[in-house]
């Protein structure tokens, strides 16, 4: 994927199940920035998932990822997140938020991107609190990528003011939606990792 951050290079190690988390969060991110290349249809297609919830999305969307056109994908993607003038879903935490698009959830999160060192990418457009630009954050936050190493707790902070309070909404709108075929267990997918995540920062407050 062309990332829409630039990171910043960090020595920081991460436990073999925060990779994990971070590659959830970076799949994500991967396949609501842009539609999926065959490249990456590949990818998903070897991907395997357990008996859980969330391993059942994650085999339905591999098992789809092997019958599904990147022609077809795309034409699903514009559909959900395009449009014409609109796709079915805004996938901003400014709209889910507020019902409004660039509002204070945005000017947070600009805010507490200076103060973790993210930057956006010369010639993105889209606005930071896109889900897939806040999963990409994250993914880089939890990999340590940003600069120094964060801990579980900032993760904490970033996950409960700009991701929990409406990331677990949309991802059960993306599952629901009429447009969603492949998309679906991407939702499926959004929707049970954001309620093991919130679940786990609980516990850990």
């Given at each position: 994927?062309?990332?829409?951050?630039?990171?910043?290079?960090?020595?920081?190690?991460?436990?073999?199940?925060?990779?994990?988390?971070?590659?959830?969060?970076?799949?994500?991110?991967?396949?609501?920035?842009?539609?999926p290349t065959e490249g990456v249809l590949a990818h998903i297609q070897g991907l395997t998932g357990d008996s859980s919830e969330l391993g059942i999305g994650?085999?339905?969307?591999?098992?789809?990822?092997?019958?599904?056109?990147?022609?077809?994908?795309?034409?699903?993607?514009?559909a959900l997140f395009i449009g014409l003038g609109r796709g079915e879903l805004l996938p901003y935490a400014s709209f889910y938020m507020t019902g409004f698009?660039?509002?204070?959830?945005?000017?947070?999160?600009?805010?507490?991107?200076?103060?973790?060192?993210?930057?956006?990418?010369?010639?993105?457009?889209?606005?930071?609190?896109?889900?897939?630009?806040?999963?990409?954050?994250?993914?880089?936050?939890?990999?340590?990528?940003?600069?120094?190493?964060?801990?579980?707790?900032?993760?904490?902070?970033?996950?409960?003011?700009?991701?929990?309070?409406?990331?677990?909404?949309?991802?059960?709108?993306?599952?629901?939606?009429?447009?969603?075929?492949?998309?679906?267990?991407?939702?499926?997918?959004?929707?049970?990792?954001?309620?093991?995540?919130?679940?786990?920062?609980?516990?850990?407050?």
């Amino acid at each position: 994927m062309d990332s829409a951050l630039k990171a910043a290079d960090n020595d920081a190690a991460a436990s073999a199940e925060d990779l994990l988390r971070a590659d959830l969060y970076n799949l994500l991110a991967v396949l609501i920035s842009k539609p999926p290349t065959e490249g990456v249809l590949a990818h998903i297609q070897g991907l395997t998932g357990d008996s859980s919830e969330l391993g059942i999305g994650v085999n339905t969307l591999a098992g789809l990822a092997g019958k599904i056109r990147p022609k077809a994908v795309t034409k699903e993607f514009n559909a959900l997140f395009i449009g014409l003038g609109r796709g079915e879903l805004l996938p901003y935490a400014s709209f889910y938020m507020t019902g409004f698009l660039n509002e204070k959830p945005l000017s947070r999160l600009r805010q507490d991107m200076r103060k973790i060192g993210i930057t956006r990418a010369e010639n993105v457009y889209e606005p930071e609190d896109n889900i897939a630009s806040l999963c990409e954050m994250m993914a880089g936050l939890i990999r340590g990528e940003f600069g120094a190493a964060v801990t579980l707790a900032e993760q904490n902070d970033f996950f409960r003011v700009h991701i929990g309070p409406w990331a677990g909404h949309f991802f059960s709108d993306l599952e629901a939606a009429k447009n969603s075929v492949f998309y679906a267990p991407v939702g499926t997918i959004g929707r049970v990792f954001m309620q093991i995540e919130s679940e786990a920062f609980r516990l850990e407050e």
